[in-house]
């Protein structure tokens, strides 16, 4: 859905895409919390075959309503900007964003802590609480301004040109021709793979409750992270576009090795002293000392995330200023973004699995997040070298005569 929904954004809009698929985060939370409900809050219980069926739908549901979402988004942080505030743009989404997910775990933090390292997070306030702030986000979609009605801070109009079915499904098959695109493809695969580890493995080793203090931090940094490289670096007039292309490039470089160095350190000495040992978590009420090596660790990936999926859409706004194309290119970072996500947690879910003898362990899982990561660094130098400009000229089939500075 990610890859058709930048061409369906085309047709129908923005307004009908987010307020469509916002619909599927209430009905995702809904099946979950009917989970909850059938075990009465003991996750070790079974869940009937209705639940799972349940479940199931509602994590393909939400899928295709994230794919329209995040069509719409993209359309909306990459187009109505000037070419000098595409990171800013992104980055107040980004910064938004994730403070929701601080303020929910701020809730369940403070309600489980009580309850001591084996605290259950959830209850069924939270998650009616949940359930009605996201079918609530539909419809405040419906205020969105469509896009042709958006004039720019340089005083340029946001063009939306007609079109039609068959011209966005053709649109979107030549993407995968696309030297831009392509040149990017490993980078967009990357930005969601490595949450297998993150939020499996290296997730596990934390209590209940501390799972939820981390949490807090791991996307307050995502916030604060996105604004510090999406305004004060990528947005910074007093240099040239391509200067601050190739600053975000050597950030990520920089990162991408202190980070995952840390990282590698921290699973080599975990394996070596027994910490990933099952039933050994760390907690922050009963030892907060061994607790906080690992928490900034955590700390550290959430300022990655929020540094790769900036800087990518950053890229990706740098080529092009049309709304059209600039739809597509978000569905086609989205698309093949999920795609790769869905492969990463198949892998551990279903091929490399204990009950078939052959589960990776969570050293190898580390590895097998970080090569990715490593490899889209050279793709990110490649694309900053041949397609990044100080200004974007517009080529006349697509659809838009607008030169924006």
Known sequence: MGLLAGGLNNILGPRILAAIGGTGYAIYAAAQYNIFKVQGGDDSAPIPDSANTFSIFSGAYIGLCAGMLW????QIC?????????GTFFATFWVIFNLGAVLGNTISTALSWGAGSSGVAMNDAMYLIFIILMAG????????????????????QVETPPTNV?????????LFTNPAMLTILIPCMSSNWFYTYQFGPFGDNFSGRS????AIFYWLSQAGGAWVLGN??????????????????YIMAGTTLAFFGGGAAFQYASVSNGWTDKGNHF???DNFGSFFGPFLLYVCYGLYDAFFQVYTNYLIGAISNDSETLSRYAGFYKGTQSGAGGISWALNGFVFTASKGNALTPTTQFWVMVVPCVISVFFFAIFCKVFVKDTT???????????AH
Request: proline share 4%; charged share 25%; hydrophobic share 30%.
């Open 78 to 86: 990459l187009t109505y900007p000037t070419e000098s505030q595409k």
């Open 211 to 214: 799972n939820g203090l981390k």
């Open 283 to 285: 907690d922050a009420g």
């Open 71 to 74: 069509a719409a988004q993209g």
């Open 166 to 174: 068959l011209r966005e499904f053709v649109e979107v098959l030549k």
């Open 232 to 249: 004060m670096f990528l947005d910074n007039t007093k240099y040239s576009r391509t200067t601050r292309a190739w600053t975000g490039c």
């Open 393 to 403: 000229e517009e080529h006349a089939e697509q659809g838009s005569s607008i030169k």
């Open 137 to 156: 986000g539909s419809i405040v979609a419906f205020l969105i301004q469509p896009p042709g009605t958006i004039i720019r801070e340089d005083q340029t």
